[in-house]
Structure formats: C-alpha cells, structure tokens
C-alpha cells in the first residue's frame, strides 16, 4: 500500500503562485505514476496533470499546462504540483494519487477511478 499526504495549499490572490506537496510512504514510490486532480465544490473531480514514474513524461489538462508544473523526487518520495498565475476558477481541493503501472515513462489513464491510492486532499483558494 501507498499512504498519500499533500500539503502547501492555502489562500492566495489571482495571479499568485503556491507549490503542493504530496508525501507518499509505504511501497516503492518510484513504481507509481503520480497525478494531481481537483475537485471544486458542487462539481466533478477533475484530472489536473501525471507524471511517470521516473519522471521524464508528464501531460496536463489544457486550462493548465501553461500555468502548472508537475514534478517529482524518488529518492525523497515527493510528488509537487508548482501553480501558477492562479485564477479563482482554480479554487479546489486539490490531490494526489498513485497508478501502478509497469513502464518507466508510460502515462496512466487520466481518469481517477483508474488510480489506486489517494490523499486526503489540500484546500487551495483563490480570491479575486
């Protein structure tokens, strides 16, 4: 099993930046690919950006890949999600979550009920 804990969220005006964290611990980490996805109040989950398990392939959802940067660490068991530019329709509870797959650089579905562990979250808000 993977326990998941993401941190860095916060309150911050449109325009600005934070960067989450998202700790993982039990099984090898480096067997996982790692999403961040986000869910708004009174909306669907939605995939924000996976990053493969060695870390040389990423993919992003559009309204994000300009503005968002996925990033990870092995040797510390870190997955990071840098924002920014920030905008208030990115206001969400933002997680991560880890897809067993098998290739060094294979991208994992981006839908969330593929991936098998997930935090509990980290509240992110954007004011206008």
């Known amino acids: 099993q993977v326990q998941l804990v993401e941190s860095g969220g916060g309150l911050v005006q449109t325009g600005g930046s934070l960067r989450l964290s998202c700790a993982a611990s039990?099984?090898?980490?480096?067997?996982?690919?790692m999403g961040w996805f986000r869910q708004a109040p009174g909306k669907e989950r939605e995939f924000v950006a996976v990053i493969s398990r060695r870390g040389g392939t990423t993919a992003y959802a559009d309204s994000m890949k300009d503005r968002f940067t996925i990033s990870r660490d092995n040797v510390k068991n870190m997955v990071y999600l840098q924002m920014n530019s920030l905008k208030p329709e990115d206001t969400a509870v933002y997680y991560c979550?880890?897809?067993?797959?098998?290739?060094?650089?294979?991208?994992?579905?981006?839908?969330?009920?593929?991936?098998?562990?997930w935090g509990q979250g980290t509240q992110v808000t954007v004011s206008s």
């Open positions: 979550a880890a897809n067993r797959v098998i290739g060094l650089e294979i991208l994992p579905s981006r839908l969330g009920r593929l991936y098998d562990y």
């Open positions: 039990g099984e090898t980490f480096s067997r996982y690919a």
